[in-house]
């Protein structure tokens, strides 16, 4: 599996993708790590076929003792089914992720990592130097969301938001962001249900100073970009199986 | 140093792969070196002969070490993924026993009967493909651990060849250390990995 650090200060921000291993017709994913001197975070780790590459690539960037939290935006397959395979292999870890979902996540396998339930309206998390910010994202898709915001790196882990269906091998980075939209369309309009929500989220992401917008599938947006997308996304209307 | 004897295979084998893509690193900056000692040897005409086959062979050998180390990272990623397929396998054994001791039709056990069947059946194929794989992994060892020991001997004449070069001799001096340090750290993965390796072995064989 690919791995590529986007941020290099007093800690470093890594996202691993496009695996090449990785089964056909299992959609790619974005798994995102904060490696801090002797804590490291692993954000969405991903589904149960991608385990084996996804530790292997955290491994050549940390040391596994070091790994101790583990963050789910919320609770769909790709973004944690792995969680039993990571429960044996982190046993004194800690599970970030919605209180909504704690009932259903537990059903992946959870038997010595310890549930870290976030409330509704956010929480924070001190690693070393990296102060973290879980923001709301709820409904966008799942009803209970999270991002992960980082002020100092100015990194926004979006989760679905942003999110791209596109073919193997594409680029990390948003090149052409015109060019990008007719792969985030869909997506945006099929699995995003509430407009309502989706405003709510822009008007509080608009506060925030982001230079990377760091999503779940697809590409990372840069620099304007990021505004970008924000424009774009404010007049879409999502929620398109109902209409 | 892990504690090893809390974890599950998968998880040995991906720090062995972990730690291979750090001698990955070592090797990169030994291939590097070799490449600047082969330069100055050869500007240096008659003063550095003596010093152009020590980097061709470091050269190399840092070459092969490359190309053998990303066969490994293969393997042990293989590893990784058959011991994770193992695993799933035997959670699903351990829950169709006892779906079968629940069982009270026994056409109904029967059928359950076959996919137990099939489970151990598969879980054998796994081992088995564990097992080929740890051997391979060690022969793969046993030749980077083979070069880099001629690599130390080498190093260790380039000193000598250094201390004849002239004005050459501040420059390659830098280079025997740093090609010293290299085979050095090189040297410490390799036993670290050997350590993953055996403890994997071990596990596999019980």
């Known amino acids: ?243 | 140093m892990h504690n090893l004897d809390t974890q599950p295979p998968f998880v040995i084998s991906a720090l062995l792969a972990g730690r291979l893509h750090r001698m990955l690193d070592v090797t990169k900056v030994m291939y590097i070196s070799s490449s600047n000692a082969k330069c100055i040897s050869i500007r240096g005409g008659d003063k550095t002969a003596g010093f152009k086959p020590i980097t061709e062979f470091i050269s190399e050998m840092a070459s092969d070490t490359i190309a053998i180390s990303l066969k490994i990272n293969e393997v042990a990623l293989k590893f990784s993924i058959t011991a994770v397929n193992e695993r799933r396998a035997n959670i699903a054994l351990l829950n169709f026993n006892e779906v079968l001791e629940k069982l009270e039709s026994v056409s109904k056990a029967n059928s359950l009967k076959r996919v137990v069947e099939s489970l151990n059946t598969d879980i054998v194929t796994l081992r088995k493909s564990q097992s080929a794989d740890c051997k391979f992994l060690s022969s793969l060892f046993e030749d980077i651990t083979q070069r880099i020991r001629a690599a130390k001997v080498i190093v260790t004449n380039s000193r000598t060849e250094a201390s004849r070069a002239g004005e050459y001799q501040t420059n390659l001096f830098a280079i025997a250390n740093d090609l010293e340090s290299c085979s050095d750290a090189i040297a410490l993965e390799i036993k670290l990995c050997k350590n993953y390796l055996d403890d994997l072995t071990k596990m596999i064989g019980k």
Not at chain 1, 70 to 89: K, N
Request: aromatic share 12%; net charge negative; proline share 5%.
């Open chain 1, 1 to 243: 599996m690919k791995s590529t650090i986007f941020y290099n200060g007093k800690y470093q921000w890594f996202v691993f993708g496009r695996d090449p291993d990785k089964p056909e017709k299992i959609i790619d994913t974005n798994q995102y790590m904060i490696v801090d001197g002797d804590k490291s975070f692993l954000m969405d780790p991903g589904g149960i076929e991608i385990f084996s590459s996804m530790l292997a690539s955290v491994l050549r960037h940390t040391e596994i003792e070091h790994l101790v939290d583990i963050f789910a935006s919320h609770q769909d397959p790709d973004i944690i089914s792995s969680l039993g395979l990571w429960d044996e292999a982190l046993p004194k870890a800690r599970l970030h992720a919605p209180w909504i979902w704690e009932g259903f996540i537990r059903h992946f396998g959870l038997k010595n990592i310890s549930y870290n339930a976030i409330p509704d309206e956010g929480a924070s998390l001190v690693l070393n130097s990296a102060k973290l910010t879980f923001i709301p994202a709820h409904y966008l898709h799942s009803s209970g969301n999270f991002n992960v915001y980082d002020e100092q790196a100015k990194i926004l882990m979006s989760g679905d938001i942003g999110a791209a269906l596109e073919p193997a091998g594409a680029s990390m980075y948003v090149d052409d962001f015109e060019e990008h939209i007719s792969k985030m369309k869909l997506f945006h309009q099929r699995w995003m249900p509430s407009n309502a929500a989706k405003q709510d989220w822009i008007d509080r992401v608009r506060k925030l100073d982001i230079e990377y917008m760091a999503p779940q599938h697809g590409r990372i947006f840069k620099g304007e970009d990021v505004q970008n997308f924000l424009n774009w996304f404010e007049t879409l209307d999502v929620g398109s199986a109902i209409k």
